[in-house]
């Protein structure tokens, strides 16, 4: 699974290469599709600034953070009615605006399109000072989530889409142009075009962050339904209701997911090759080592063996008799 030699095209993905992507940003991913993760994703860089477009072809959960001297604009070209971020849900043509330091959760159902755009704090804020706004972190509320009304300011990011994906190097226009259309847009949306979260919506979300927050922090052991329910603050129907709502899945197959994919990382990453795949597995709570063998090669289309194989520098890795039939 390596980066896609044809950007026009889907490939599969590992989830750490696909979240290494977005380059400077603290990124991590989820898969919540029983099939491999696929994607096509194409980059560029111009005057300090970072292009990307991208085309999801799973369901994804996931958390970025933007670096403090950076910020990012985001243009959703596509996607399902699922899809949202902070819990609020979104649409296909809306933007989205991160700034330095800012945490973000996301979940993007299969077939999201976008576009983003990683710039230089600096030249965001001062961008946003000649706007006649004096704080940007007043307005953020307003930045960061809004539907892009302005025809120009769509055709820009298919412009950039488009450029992005050409083999050739094309011309970019100076980002300052984008950035002023880009917050001209944001803080002229009305409370209409700035989407929020119903109450239950909202409550749902805390819901789903608890409950999250405590799988992570107890993978290696068995988590039963009734201590989970309490960490999240919930009935057993009021937690199977927050995540089908935000996630599309019951609590425990999230878990199942979550602790594949928290494997799939260990395996992935240069660390894990000083470990065993038995070591892995049980480190997120997996003790039947067969049948993560199997779910591992259902989701991720290799054996977990194979992952740590390519990953690993040779003279790292265990004795091969500890991975016999994994």
Same mark, same amino acid.
């Given at each position: 699974?390596?980066?896609?030699?044809?950007?026009?095209?889907?490939?599969?993905?590992?989830?750490?290469?696909?979240?290494?992507?977005?380059?400077?940003?603290?990124?991590?991913l989820l898969t919540l599709s029983p099939a491999r993760p696929r994607a096509s994703i194409a980059s560029k860089t111009h005057d300090g600034v970072t292009y990307l477009t991208g085309h999801i072809d799973?369901?994804?959960? =996931?958390?970025?953070?933007?670096?403090?001297?950076?910020?990012?604009?985001?243009?959703?070209?596509?996607?399902?009615?699922?899809?949202?971020?902070?819990?609020? =849900?979104?649409?296909?043509?809306?933007?989205?605006?991160? +700034?330095?330091?800012?945490?973000?959760?996301? *979940? &993007?159902?299969?077939?999201?399109? &976008?576009?983003?755009?990683?710039?230089?704090?600096?030249?965001?804020?001062?961008?946003?000072?000649?706007?006649?706004?004096?704080?940007?972190? *007043?307005?953020?509320?307003?930045?960061?989530? &809004?539907?892009?009304?302005?025809?120009?300011?769509?055709?820009?990011?298919?412009?950039?889409?488009?450029?992005?994906?050409?083999?050739?190097?094309?011309?970019?226009?100076?980002?300052?142009d984008l950035l002023d259309e880009h917050i001209r847009v944001a803080l002229g949306s009305s409370s209409e075009e700035r989407p929020v979260a119903s109450r239950g919506r909202r409550a749902h979300y805390?819901?789903?962050?608890?409950?999250?927050?405590?799988?992570?922090?107890?993978?290696?052991?068995?988590?039963?339904?009734?201590? +989970?329910?309490?960490?999240?603050g919930a009935s057993e129907r009021g937690l199977r209701y927050a995540f089908d709502d935000l996630l599309g899945i019951p609590p425990n197959r999230y878990l199942a997911m979550l602790r594949l994919c928290?494997?799939? $990382?260990?395996?992935?990453?240069?660390?894990? =090759?000083?470990?065993?795949?038995?070591?892995?597995?049980?480190?997120?709570? *997996?003790?039947?080592?067969? $049948?993560?063998?199997?779910?591992?090669?259902?989701? &991720?289309?290799?054996?977990?063996?194979?992952?740590?194989?390519?990953?690993?520098?040779?003279?790292?890795?265990?004795?091969?008799?500890?991975?016999?039939?994994?």
């Open positions: 699974m390596t980066r896609p030699s044809n950007v026009q095209g889907l490939e599969d993905y590992d989830l750490v290469t696909l979240g290494a992507a977005l380059g400077m940003c603290e990124v991590d799973f369901d994804v959960r =996931g958390s970025l953070t933007v670096p403090d001297d950076a910020c990012m604009l985001v243009y959703l070209h596509e996607t399902g009615e699922r899809s949202w971020c902070q819990g609020v =849900g979104v649409e296909s043509e809306m933007g989205v605006t991160l +700034l330095r330091g800012t945490p973000t959760d996301f *979940m &993007f159902e299969r077939g999201t399109r &976008f576009t983003l755009v990683v710039a230089p704090y600096a030249r965001f804020r001062a961008r946003f000072m000649a706007s006649d706004h004096a704080d940007v972190d *007043m307005a953020a509320q307003r930045l960061r989530l &809004f539907s892009v009304t302005s025809d120009h300011l769509k055709r820009a990011y298919r412009q950039i889409r488009e450029r992005v994906r050409e083999v050739e190097d094309l011309a970019f226009g100076p980002v300052e805390q819901v789903m962050r608890r409950a999250e927050r405590f799988m992570r922090a107890n993978l290696r052991r068995d988590i039963y339904s009734q201590e +989970l329910c309490q960490a999240a928290t494997a799939h $990382r260990s395996l992935v990453t240069a660390e894990a =090759g000083r470990r065993s795949v038995k070591s892995v597995a049980l480190s997120c709570g *997996m003790w039947d080592l067969s $049948r993560f063998a199997e779910k591992y090669r259902s989701v &991720f289309g290799e054996q977990p063996r194979e992952t740590l194989v390519r990953s690993a520098p040779a003279d790292d890795l265990a004795p091969a008799e500890e991975f016999e039939g994994w």
